[in-house]
Structures are given as structure tokens and as C-alpha cells.
């Protein structure tokens, strides 16, 4: 495996999103939580993926049950690579935030073609 793959974060997505990918995940712990605001249930969920490379990301999503009438609902999506492990100098970018899961997916595609 390239050095260039391991500084990307598209690998690490693709990995987490089990899609295919280079990448492995060696653990992941995942805490949900959820609240009312303004009479909607918003829930969170934080989940960090360790990889084999010693890199960690956390996936933020939270969303709400508004009704909504689009294919892809709005949502809150957020990458953070939060450790690098000795393996990898830099993963790039380091937090990508994204407004709904299709441009999330838009995204993987446009960069694991």
C-alpha cells in the first residue's frame, strides 16, 4: 500500500462506509445520544474507527425527524482524523463536514474514481 493512499481521508471513508477500500478497521466504538428540540427528536451518533495503520477518525452524524420531502434529507455529517499513529505523518484533509449523506457519497465517488 502507497503512502499516498494512508495520507488520504477518502480510504479511511470509504473503509468506514464498507465500501471498498485498502484500509482496515481494527476497532470501532460508537455512543448514540438523543434529545428533543423544538418538538423534533434530534439524535447523535459519535463513532471512532481505529485502523490497523494506528490512524483513528470519528464520524459525527446527527439528524433530526423532521419530515422531509427531499431524497436526501439534511443532516449534519462531520469526519475528524483525531490520531495518526506512527505510520502515517498526515491524513488529509483532516475534517471534512458535509450537509447531507449525498454530498457525502458525491464526495467518496469523486475521489476513490
Known sequence: MSANVMDQ?????AAILQQPSPLAIADQNVEKTSWQDQGFVVTKEVADYRFANGVVVRR????DDFPAEQACAE???????IHTGDA??????????FPNACR???WLAYHTA
Open 75 to 81: 443532516c449534519w455529517i462531520t469526519y475528524e482524523v
Open 88 to 97: 502515517v505523518a498526515a491524513v488529509e484533509p483532516a475534517r471534512m463536514v
Open 9 to 13: 481521508l477518502a480510504p479511511y471513508v
Open 104 to 106: 457525502e457519497s458525491f
Open 60 to 63: 459525527t452524524v446527527e439528524q
